[in-house]
C-alpha cells in the first residue's frame, strides 16, 4: 500500500518526460507531484485512518522547513543578473578564455569549482558565481553544456563535500555522533578515488574531443568587448565575497552584500548599459538606471552582443527565473510531508533493514535509503537525516563505529541531490547553469560513482572499523 504513490509518481514522471522532453519541470512535474501527494493522502486516510489535521500540519511543517532554501535561491536569481551586467562574470569569462587551453578545460573546471567550494563550503554558491563563467568559457571552446556542467559540479560537491564549512558536512557528522574532522578524513578514502576517476576521464575527454574548431573565442572576445566594460578590478567584488565566506558569514547576508556590490559597481562602470535595460527610456538618467537596476534584478534582461550564442549566455532571469523551481520545492515538499505523515516512507525503509546484516549490506542499505530519500523528499538534508537516523541503532547494534554511517550517508545523499530533476539542489543547479538536469545527468561522474565507491570500498572491507 505504502508504495503505490510512488508507482504513480513514477507513472506520472516518465509520460511527462516523454511527452514534454526537457519542459517538463514547467508545469507537468508539479501537477505529477500534487497528483501523487493526493493519492498519497488517500491512501494514508483510508488504510490507517489518519486526520486530515495532522496531515495538513506535516505538509505545512515541510514546506516552512525550505524558506531558508527558497530566500537563497530568490538572491541566487538577483546575483545572476547583477553579476552578468555589472561585468564581473564577463570579466571572469574573458581572462578565463585567454587563460584556460580547451584540452584541458573540463579537468581545470572540476578543479577550480573544487577548490573554491572547499573554501566557501557551498555548491549551490559555486555554481551561481564561478561556474557561471566557466559554462561561457566552455560554451566559447566548443564544448556540449552536459559536459561544461557535469565538470562544474563534480567540482563543486566534492568540496562541498569535505568542506569543514559545508552544512551537509557538519549535518551527517552531528546526527550521526562522529567528529566533524574525524568524518572528514574518513570519506577522504571513498571521495578521493572517485573525483580521480572523474578527472581522468574529463582529462581525456578534453584531449579526445574535436572542439577548438567549433568554438568562438575570438567572436566571445570581442562581443564582451563591445558590450561590457572589462577590468581586472571588478574581480575585487568576487575577492570580497570570498572574504565574506571564508569568515563563516551567514550565506543570505553573503548573497545580499554581494549584489549591493554588484549593483555598485554596476551603476558605476556599466551606467549606460544599465540605462539601456530601462524599459521606459524616460530620458532622465537616474531614473532609468533605477528601474534598469531593478529590472536586472528581479525581471530578465536582453543584451545585444552582436553574438547569438554570446546573447543567450548573458541572458539572465532574475528573481523571477527561480519561481518555476520555488512552485516545484513547494510541490515536492508537500509530496515529501504526506509521505512522512502517513507512514509511507517510513514503512518502506523498514522493509529495507531486513537486508542489513554486514559491512557491505549495511553500507548498501544506508547509501540506497538516502539515494531514495533524495528522490521521494526531494531535500538532501531530509535525507541525510532520515537515513541516519533509521540505522544509527543497527550500525551501533553490529558494533560499527559511527563514522561508516556518517560517510555512507553523505555518499549517498549529498552528491545525488543534484541528479534529481524534482530535488532542490536538482532543481537549483539546473535553473542557474541554464542546462536541464537529464541533460547534464551522464557528465556528472563523481556525484553517482560515490555511491557505488562507497558500496566497493565496504565490500572489501578497507579500513572499516568496529568499536573497541
Not at 21 to 27: Q, S, V
Request: proline share 3%; with cysteine; hydrophobic share 50%.
Amino acid at each position: 500500500m505504502s508504495f503505490i504513490p510512488f508507482l504513480v509518481l513514477i507513472v506520472l514522471i516518465t509520460c511527462c518526460v516523454t511527452v514534454f522532453g526537457n519542459a517538463t519541470l514547467d508545469g507537468a512535474s508539479q501537477v505529477s507531484l500534487m497528483v501523487a501527494s493526493a493519492v498519497s493522502v488517500l491512501v494514508g486516510h483510508f488504510s490507517k485512518r489518519l486526520k486530515w489535521e495532522n496531515l495538513e500540519k506535516e505538509v505545512t511543517d515541510k514546506i516552512a522547513s525550505c524558506t531558508p532554501a527558497i530566500i537563497i535561491l530568490l538572491l541566487i536569481g538577483a546575483i545572476g543578473g547583477t553579476w552578468m551586467v555589472s561585468g564581473i562574470v564577463p570579466t571572469m569569462i574573458y581572462y578565463g578564455m585567454q587563460i584556460i587551453r580547451p584540452e584541458v578545460f573540463l579537468v581545470s573546471s572540476s578543479l577550480l569549482c573544487a577548490l573554491v567550494s572547499l573554501m566557501i563550503g557551498s555548491s549551490w554558491t559555486t555554481v551561481a558565481t564561478i561556474g557561471l563563467a566557466l559554462m561561457g568559457i566552455g560554451k566559447a571552446h566548443g564544448f556540449d553544456d552536459g559536459w561544461i556542467a557535469g565538470s562544474i559540479i563534480t567540482g563543486a560537491y566534492f568540496g562541498d563535500k569535505l568542506s569543514p564549512l559545508s552544512d551537509t558536512t557538519v549535518l551527517a557528522s552531528s546526527v550521526s555522533g562522529t567528529p566533524l574532522f574525524t568524518h572528514i578524513r574518513y570519506m577522504l578514502y571513498t571521495t578521493v578515488p572517485t573525483f580521480c576517476i572523474s578527472l581522468a576521464i574529463f582529462l581525456i575527454a578534453g584531449f579526445t574531443m574535436d572542439v577548438s574548431s567549433h568554438g568562438s573565442v575570438n567572436e566571445f572576445m570581442e562581443g564582451l568587448q563591445h558590450t561590457f566594460v572589462i577590468s581586472p578590478w571588478l574581480l575585487i567584488v568576487p575577492v570580497l565575497t570570498g572574504v565574506m565566506i571564508s569568515r563563516r558569514w551567514p550565506s543570505m547576508v553573503v548573497l545580499f552584500l554581494a549584489i549591493l556590490l554588484a549593483v555598485v559597481v554596476a551603476l558605476l562602470v556599466q551606467s549606460d548599459l544599465v540605462a539601456a535595460i530601462s524599459s521606459k527610456s524616460t530620458g532622465l538618467p537616474y531614473v532609468d538606471m533605477y528601474e534598469g537596476m531593478m529590472r536586472i534584478c528581479y525581471g530578465s534582461t536582453e543584451i545585444e552582443t552582436g553574438n547569438a550564442v554570446l546573447n543567450e549566455l548573458v541572458h539572465t532571469s532574475g528573481m523571477s527565473g527561480m519561481m518555476p523551481t520555488i512552485w516545484l520545492i513547494i510541490c515536492a515538499q508537500t509530496f515529501g510531508g504526506a509521505l512522512t505523515a502517513t507512514g509511507q516512507l517510513q514503512d518502506l525503509m523498514r522493509l529495507v533493514l531486513r537486508f542489513a546484516k554486514g559491512a557491505a549490506s549495511l553500507v548498501a542499505s544506508t547509501v540506497g535509503t538516502a539515494i531514495f530519500c533524495n528522490i521521494a523528499t526531494a531535500d538532501q538534508y531530509l535525507s541525510i537525516m532520515l537515513s541516519s537516523s533509521m540505522f544509527k541503532d543497527t550500525f551501533q547494534k553490529l558494533g560499527y563505529e559511527p563514522r561508516l554511517l556518517s560517510r555512507s550517508c553523505e555518499d549517498g545523499a549529498t552528491v545525488t541531490s543534484v541528479l534529481v530533476p524534482w530535488n532542490t539542489c536538482g532543481l537549483t543547479q539546473s535553473t542557474v547553469l541554464g542546462v536541464a538536469t537529464l541533460t547534464y545527468l551522464p557528465y556528472c561522474f563523481f556525484n553517482y560513482l560515490s555511491p557505488l565507491m562507497s558500496i566497493f570500498i565496504a565490500s572489501i572491507g578497507w579500513r572499516i572499523f568496529r568499536r573497541k
